[in-house]
T-cell receptor, first 114, second 115 residues
Framework: DQQVKQNSPSLSVQEGRISILNCDYT??????FLWYKKYPAEGPTFLIS?????DKNEDGRFTVFLNKSAKHLSLHIVPSQPGDSAVYFC?????????????FGTGTLLAVQP | KAGVTQTPRYLIKTRGQQVTLSCSPI?????VSWYQQTPGQGLQFLFE???????NKGNFPGRFSGRQFSNSRSEMNVSTLELGDSALYLC??????????????FGAGSRLTVL
């Protein structure tokens, strides 16, 4: 049973436009959410996180939105750059993030076209 | 500072063999977690070690085991390999901090192919 779902395996956007990556979760005990980015032949790198007490967190070009009632979060990248092309994983955990047992989605491959 | 180092990066084994993978965390990081990445399954949590003790375990059979040494380095072992064990095995380390502060830093992974 996939508790964290990324239903879009891939997404293609033009450079300079907005990229929106979506993630749904089923476990209402999740209270901390993270996004990781992964380039080929490298390990995932942390992008941004959000606690369930917030509905938005922003870091430069990256903004994560959390809709607890819909059990949905999204990552917005504005403006998108070719270097953003990578696989993006959303992840969730409980206990306020004080655990390293993260439940990951299956990832979305983002391709930013020049 | 040096990142998370995993060895070997690539290895090929045959069914029934066993394999040991090694992970050196970032200096000062006391927690080490292991994840398995397979196509279509994303990253799945294997186990977490902190101060040489297994703190959390995922839903994997007992063929998967691990340990952590006093210097925080960690190893994971898979015995009686099956074809389905072919995957990228990722190690991640983190500080033990306040809730919400445990951002994982991943290594590049060990790519295991079972023939």
């Amino acid at each position: 049973d996939q508790q964290v779902k990324q239903n879009s395996p891939s997404l293609s956007v033009q450079e300079g436009r907005i990229s929106i990556l979506n993630c749904d979760y089923t476990n209402s005990m999740f209270d901390y959410f993270l996004w990781y980015k992964k380039y080929p032949a490298e390990g995932p790198t942390f992008l941004i996180s959000i606690s369930s007490i917030k509905d938005k967190n922003e870091d430069g070009r990256f903004t994560v939105f959390l809709n607890k009632s819909a059990k949905h979060l999204s990552l917005h990248i504005v403006p998108s750059q070719p270097g953003d092309s990578a696989v993006y994983f959303c992840a969730a955990t409980g206990v306020g993030g004080a655990t390293n047992k993260l439940i990951f989605g299956t990832g979305t491959l983002l391709a930013v076209q020049p | 500072k040096a990142g998370v180092t995993q060895t070997p990066r690539y290895l090929i084994k045959t069914r029934g063999q066993q394999v040991t993978l090694s992970c050196s965390p970032i200096s000062g990081h006391r927690s080490v977690s292991w994840y398995q990445q397979t196509p279509g399954q994303g990253l799945q949590f294997l186990f977490e070690y902190f101060s040489e003790t297994q703190r959390n375990k995922g839903n994997f059979p007992g063929r998967f085991s691990g340990r952590q040494f006093s210097n925080s380095r960690s190893e994971m072992n898979v015995s009686t390999l099956e074809l389905g064990d072919s995957a990228l095995y990722l190690c991640a380390s983190s500080l033990q901090g306040a809730p919400g502060a445990n951002v994982l830093t991943f290594g590049a992974g060990s790519r295991l192919t079972v023939l």
